[in-house]
């Protein structure tokens, strides 16, 4: 265990509530035990211990036993929990606890009455929700590609494999991770041990609603399509689905856990409107023919069709004269190649690395680690130079600070960019030091074309021809 480094973890104020909740607890005890002895020996002092005892008792509903119910509701809601009570729930065992009492202690018949209406009203009610949320089953279709601020089409079908009853008040949940491994894992074990590191790095659990069905009939099967729009980009790991109701009359929240075929969700970064001058740029890329086959508009040659050969090139004519299905090859267009290359460095003034407490806190609540209105311009432009030149046919590269990636055409190719610009953070460094990306890119032959998107005013890229390199500053 490192102590020097748990004040990331433990500030002083952290020591002197523990510190405080320790004594409240321990005094509020050792009051109660006084008070007894005393009211054995002395009533008086019994009642003055009695009514210090109440003021320990203030305090630790006051200051103690809300964050500790805080903490026991999020918990419970990683559990997998049959059932919970409602607010209404609870005003009704209140209700039940009250009427009982009050028929025990004078034996009215019509107390009693009432007490019995209002069991049977519960059991009812727990039996008949169990019952609804038996025998589901949940699917949910979604597209392969989601952008932010766009809506969203996701499919979500529920169906019911009950012969005699239908569901009522369904409400569909989708639960998962945005890591597979939390960010600050490797902090925590650096400073604590491997028991207490693996239980507070567990990646948070997030649960999405997706849908509420009103009523899905006996063995049938009910699709909604849901409109979402995801306000930021990420990744989120589907785990499992939850779907729970408060059906009939709201006294228990019943849900049920339904496994779900692990997937990935990508929400990539918005698409905007750039330069027009970049939209230029492909007047001077790929304007040679090279003897090679590719996606120019050149007629390279004939073959014969093979499986998997886009329709589209069949040429009927040929095919026609020749009886056998024939397809065109076009000849590749040279020289267009792109490199595009993402500074994620951002100056310390607009933001500041998070501290180990912080990250944790933002991934258990769900937030991101660290945000930047003007890094995500810079990301989103990225994206949108790279789909812009793809839809050119360009071959394009994508490269995160050092970090670089492999030449490849196609949209398979920019969802994988994609993919990677929706994971990227921004470091909040100083961004003195002129940026450079790694050798490889640098040697790359003169054919190619750069952009470079910094927040820095120092991007310097030695004995690079300036008509082939582009700096974009967001």
Not at 221 to 242: N, S
Request: charged content about 25%; proline content about 4%.
């Amino acid at each position: 265990m490192n102590l020097r480094s748990l004040n990331q973890l433990f500030s002083l104020r952290d020591i002197r509530n523990a510190v405080f909740g320790f004594v409240v607890v321990i005094g509020g005890i050792v009051l109660a035990m006084l008070t007894f002895y005393a009211s054995q020996t002395d009533p008086r002092m019994a009642g003055i211990l009695a009514g210090v005892s109440l003021v320990f008792v203030l305090l630790i509903l006051i200051f103690i036993v809300p964050p500790l119910a805080r903490n026991a509701g999020r918990e419970a809601s990683q559990m997998n929990l049959p059932f919970e009570f409602t607010g209404g729930g609870a005003i009704m065992m209140g209700l039940l606890t009250i009427v009982g009492f009050s028929a025990w202690n004078t034996g009215n018949n019509l107390l009693f009455l009432v007490f019995s209406f209002l069991i049977a009203a519960m059991v009812v009610g727990f039996v008949a929700g169990n019952i609804s949320l038996k025998r589901l089953d949940v699917r949910m279709r979604f597209p392969e590609t989601i952008f932010v601020g766009q809506e969203t089409p996701i499919l979500v079908s529920v169906e019911n494999r009950k012969r005699l009853i239908g569901s009522y008040s369904v409400v569909v949940d989708v639960r998962g991770s945005e890591r597979d491994r939390s960010i600050v894992a490797d902090e925590l074990h650096q400073i604590l041990p491997s028991f207490f590191a693996e239980r507070l790095s567990k990646p948070a659990i997030v649960r999405r609603t997706l849908d509420h069905f009103v009523f899905v009939p006996r063995h049938k099967t009910v699709e909604h399509r849901v409109i979402h729009t995801f306000d930021r980009r990420g990744r989120f790991m589907i785990r499992d689905f939850e779907i729970s109701s408060r059906f009939p009359f709201g006294f228990f929240r019943h849900r049920r856990r339904l496994p779900a075929r692990e997937a990935e969700l990508f929400v990539f970064p918005k698409l905007e409107p750039f330069d027009h001058t970049i939209d230029a740029l492909q007047n001077e890329i790929g304007r040679l023919t090279a003897n090679k086959r590719g996606l120019g508009q050149d007629l390279l040659a004939l073959r014969d069709y093979q499986p998997n050969d886009d329709l589209r090139r069949i040429d009927w004519k040929a095919t026609a004269r020749s009886r056998t299905l024939t397809v065109r090859e076009f000849s590749a267009d040279d020289d267009k190649r792109v490199v595009v290359v993402l500074d994620n460095r951002l100056p310390e003034d607009e933001g500041s690395a998070m501290s180990l407490r912080e990250k944790l806190e933002a991934e258990q609540a769900g937030r991101p680690i660290a945000y930047s209105e003007r890094f995500e311009r810079g990301v989103s432009l990225t994206a949108s130079i790279l789909a812009h030149f793809t839809e050119e046919q360009a071959e394009i590269c994508l490269v995160i600070g050092r970090e670089t990636g492999e030449f490849g055409i196609g949209s398979r190719h920019l969802y994988n960019s994609l993919k990677r610009l929706a994971l990227v953070q921004p470091d909040f460094s100083s961004t003195g030091e002129p940026y450079k990306p790694g050798e490889r890119i640098l040697n790359e032959s003169d054919g190619v074309y750069r952009f470079v998107i910094s927040a820095s005013d120092a991007v310097n890229w030695p004995s690079e021809p300036t008509r082939q390199l582009k700096i974009i500053r967001f």
